[in-house]
């Protein structure tokens, strides 16, 4: 039996949320690839990766547990943003070359770079609880909020008759439903725009949403 240092305990899920440890890194590589099966591995964290992001900002990111099994992670890096000029790519954000985590220390803003949760643990709750971590570290570190590219995995059955911007803006009016963007305005974040060639994805023609959730106790610069 590992030992954990939970941090808190989910209230719906009954998962216990630990800050992550490099020596975890091998089981939330494959937790990630297990949950984007239609990504690019080229775009998404590896093994050395996760070490060196709990190594930098092990805070920020939170691993759940059943038991001694590790089934669901929220990780994210703090990051300088513009939202002014808000289009980017994954690779603008963490280095495509896995060189290290992207980390800032000094950011004003949280960049959540990635929610897995196994298949057979979902609709338990555990995304907004993550979520919930999430707004927890923003409140605690005074950061500006929370900034994302949330993929849109409804936008593969609507990539032929609208464009990304289209999708995004029918789901956000309510017209549409999309399972993982739907959820996250549910859960107070604004669906801002399409950002192409976001991560290689094609499904989706590689689109994700901005996604931005703003600290209500944060003032003064955002950037």
């Not at 995304?127 to 950061?143: Q, S």
């Not at 911007?165 to 399409?194: H, K, M, P, W």
Request: hydrophobic share 40%; proline share 4%; aromatic share 10%.
């Amino acid at each position: 039996m590992r030992e954990i240092e939970a941090v808190s305990v989910g209230e719906r899920s009954g998962l216990r949320y630990a800050r992550i440890v490099p020596e975890w890194a091998t089981e939330l590589e494959a937790l990630e690839l297990a949950s984007h099966p239609t990504a690019d591995p080229h775009d998404l964290y590896d093994a050395d990766a996760f070490g060196q992001l709990a190594r930098d900002f092990s805070e920020g990111c939170f691993a759940g547990f059943n038991g001694d099994e590790l089934v669901a992670m929220g990780v994210g890096i703090r990051c300088s943003f513009d939202l002014a000029n808000p289009i980017h790519t994954i690779a603008d954000i963490v280095p495509d070359d896995h060189s290290g985590s992207g980390h800032v220390p000094e950011g004003r803003w949280y960049y959540g770079t990635s929610i897995a949760t196994r298949l057979e643990y979902r609709r338990r709750g555990i995304g907004a609880e993550l979520y919930e971590l999430r707004k927890r570290v923003c409140v605690d570190l005074g950061l500006a909020g929370i900034v994302a590219g949330g993929v849109i995995p409804g936008y593969a059955e609507h990539k032929v008759t609208m464009t990304a911007d289209e999708y995004i803006a029918e789901v956000r009016a309510g017209r549409l439903y999309d399972r993982t963007l739907s959820f996250q305005i549910e859960n107070g974040f604004e669906a801002v725009c399409g950002l192409p060639n976001y991560i290689t994805d094609p499904a989706t023609e590689s689109w994700a949403a901005l996604i931005v959730w703003h600290n209500p106790d944060s003032r003064g610069d955002a950037t």
